[in-house]
């Protein structure tokens, strides 16, 4: 059975910190996924990770992806408010059809952004 | 488009009661999924479709029922409801964005069952 782990699970920080998010799994993948949720809103795509050493970055966040150690990490740079949210990873294992997308999310990431 | 729409937004039912969660996607997409948000917690697939006329099991499909009709709908349905399904209801269809298929999500449906 494949296991996401995140952590931390809650992080609180101050403006213009650098932070990290870590998101472990457990089975072999080389797709990754990462969303935000806004408090009662629904899910939105933040970045794909498709391949071993994978950097996608937008805005303050970067996303990137290590296969071997099954690790991805998504960086916040000099934080601001509206960042605050909930960002989940979620993976699909290798042997999956490729457009199957069969996701398994982590437990996701509550940041919060304090002025 | 209107992309994915889910109807109702909220809902609170009585154990026992039986209620189907509608989604509706306009893009032609043939994958779509289901799943449920429980407070504090990361999204667990219920059930999934890759076209009209077939459906399959996700990862917590118990209690839960599923049909594709047609491409553009694939209502949920909840036959018996008991407290352990109140939690928040998400479809999404899968589409295909500068070559990588991602899943686009619908709004979401709160339910409580008292």
């Known amino acids: 059975e494949l296991k996401v782990e995140q952590n931390p699970l809650f992080l609180s920080m101050q403006e213009g910190k650098n932070y990290t998010i870590y998101c472990n799994y457990s089975t072999t993948s080389d797709r990754l996924y990462w969303y935000r949720q806004d408090p009662g809103k629904s899910l939105e795509s933040l970045f794909v990770?498709?391949?071993?050493?994978a950097v996608k970055q937008e805005g303050r966040l970067m996303a990137s992806l290590d296969t071997k150690a099954r690790l991805s990490t998504l960086h916040i740079t000099a934080a601001v408010h509206d960042l605050s949210a909930t960002y989940f990873c979620?993976?699909?294992?290798?042997?999956?059809?490729?457009?199957?997308?069969?996701?398994?999310f982590g437990t996701g990431t509550r940041l919060t952004i304090i002025p | 488009n209107a992309g994915v729409t889910q109807t109702p937004k909220f809902r609170i039912l009585k154990i026992g009661q039986s209620m189907t969660l509608q989604c509706t996607q306009d893009?032609?997409?043939?994958?779509m999924y289901w799943y449920r948000q429980d407070p504090g917690m990361g999204l667990k697939l219920i059930y999934y479709?890759?076209?009209?006329?077939?459906?399959d099991k996700g990862e917590v499909p118990n209690g839960y029922n599923v049909s594709r009709s047609t491409t553009e709908d694939f209502p949920l349905r909840l036959e018996l409801a008991a407290p352990s399904q109140t939690s928040v209801y998400f479809c999404?269809?899968?589409?295909?964005?500068?070559?990588?298929?991602?899943?686009?999500f619908g709004p979401g449906t709160r339910l409580t069952v008292t």
């Open positions: 479709s890759v076209g009209a006329g077939i459906t």
């Open positions: 990770l498709l391949s071993n050493g």
């Open positions: 979620a993976v699909v294992p290798r042997q999956s059809n490729f457009g199957n997308e069969k996701l398994t």
């Open positions: 893009m032609n997409h043939n994958y």
């Open positions: 999404a269809s899968r589409l295909k964005l500068a070559g990588v298929y991602e899943q686009y």
